[in-house]
DNA sequence: CCTACCGATCGGTAGG
DNA sequence: CCTACCGATCGGTAGG
């Protein structure tokens, strides 16, 4: 996993060869189909390493007060992402491929879709004990934090630079500040 | 272009090769290569050619009106897209590339630009002119668009439901309701 | 997990 | 713009 992460950091998902990962890994590539039947397995696998590298992130937040709970959740998903490019880059790789592998678009859409109820838990607990309006949809408000952290990390991999994470930081900041507090 | 266009949506980036493209164009490779150097050539063009497409939405909009024009603008970005699921898809393949290609990246930069340039005069005039509050940056209002934009489009592809595009269409809204009026 | 190799296919070109 | 083809490289495998 560690040696397709580096062949796709250097030569792009286009360009990833079974021959590129055999020599980050140090072995021939019959070493790798001993483990992974086909090329095809491997990188499903893959992608499953690298979204658990990214819900690192995700899962080890602490507090129970909503507020602060989301916006550690935001923070997890945008400013920790700032010393993240490659892998930023390589999930975008992945999700670009989804519409042409069912397998990886699949495993894409649960991962989201575990993120949105993350995201969505914390909001309907926060509008039970009164931290948000009790107005607020939690289901629209996770899909529209969602959306913004989305283009946080798709415009990162275009310009490289770590400001539109805070940017997007602030705008998710003032949507929870706007549309989901008083 | 057109030949390009459909075997990319038929085979994805990654499987995307000259006899692919050569069979939808009804000719042989040769015949590409009469027009195109290398394949690299005819990809950096082919990317001048969806960024057009995709800018068709953005240009023809009339009215001067400030508060309409924001409008129409995310309109064009948002909900007309919902019936071009494989221009977005495509527009997502070539952004992945960006970190392993210059004139591609170069680019998607230049465009990205634009469309923010455009968002910005649009949010400047109607500072200007008192439609929106006068403490509002609006180089900081058109990157939040931008997130906005670029989030819903990123998952559109995955997802493949257009109702992420109206989301989006909702959360844009509430941010120009928000910040940007009174 | 290596050596040695397979058939298939790649981007590109010479000559017309 | 086609025919015919090049060297290089691809994913994968037999035998050990």
Redesign the pocket.
Known sequence: MEATYRALRE?GYA????????EE??????????????????LVEFLAYLLDKFLDHVRDIETDDPERRLGDLLDGLLIDREDDYDLVCALLEMRAQAPYHDAIREQLVRNDEYIRDVLRAVIADGVERGAFRDDVDPDAAASALITIVKGARTRFVVLADSSVLHVARDVAGAYVADVLEA
Chains 1, 2 share one sequence.
């Open positions: 030569h360009d990833l060869t079974m021959r590129a990962i055999a890994y140090g072995k021939t590539t019959a070493a790798i189909h001993y483990h992974y039947d086909t090329k095809d397995d491997l």
